[in-house]
């Protein structure tokens, strides 16, 4: 099977301290991911008015958090980037009505380094970060999916980073039970991906179970929307079934392939 994207619930920063089965889930998904030149990640953590690249020849990670124990801001992931690619995906998006503008100085954030650690571990893979705009909406978030099809064909692999669920406020109060909501709203999910309704999913804010305890904010379930856009209409989802942390954020987490010839989906 060819990947052409994914989307992974990325938690809270901590649980790379303790990845579990969301670590293993990924860290398998990685080692089936032979044929990656490089990813593409957007991530609810570099919010930006307009769209922009980054260019960087190396990436560094940024610890863009506070309060966590002192062993998470002493980790660090260095993988290539790619200036010559991050310049033609910026031309290739503003030719789409999407003017794109490279950063060559920012680093990775929370949302991209953290999963990226679980799935390329050896830091080999070249990196590129698309921002995420202020104003954008879920229609707008699939469209941007959608300008940045193809890139699979040139071996590049579009990552979405949010959390299929994500109440800070609730995540906070560290329930001892998990909310009902955390359930109803990923299972709806699941099941429009399921059978690719995509209409459904573009809607998914206002019309879903518990939407709004789900996702007080949108910004954490856009990048759903980016990944499925980027997958193309023949793409065949795949179930990463990944738990909920502290009982409030579902990880649960999805890819895109399409099949081809056996053997371009192994283990490296």
Sequence with gaps: M??????VSHGAPDIVL???????????????LCDVKAVLVISPHWRTRGLFITSAKAHHAMHDFGSFPEALYEMEYHPPGATKLAEEIATHLSQQGWRTTADALRGLDHGAWIPLMQLFPDENVPVLQLSMPI???????????????????????????????????????????????????????????????????????????????????SEHYLPLLVALGAAGD???????????????????SYAWGVHSAPETFRAC
Excluded at 18 to 32: F, R
Excluded at 234 to 252: C, K
């Design 2 to 7: 060819i990947q052409r994207s994914l989307f």
């Design 18 to 32: 303790n990845p579990g089965t969301w670590g293993s889930m990924l860290s398998a998904y990685g080692q089936m």
């Design 135 to 217: 104003k954008m909406t879920p229609l707008e978030a699939y469209q941007l999916g959608e300008a940045l099809q193809g890139l699979s064909r040139s071996g590049v692999l579009v990552m979405g980073s949010g959390c299929l669920t994500h109440n800070l406020k609730d995540y906070h109060q560290k329930p001892l039970e998990m909310p009902d909501y955390v359930m109803r709203f990923t299972e709806w999910i699941r099941d429009r991906i399921e059978h690719n309704d995509r209409a459904a999913l573009i809607d998914a804010l206002t019309l879903a179970p518990d939407a709004e305890l789900a996702h007080p904010t």
């Design 234 to 252: 023949d793409a065949r989802a795949t179930l990463l079934e990944t738990g909920v942390q502290s009982n409030v954020l579902s990880l649960e």
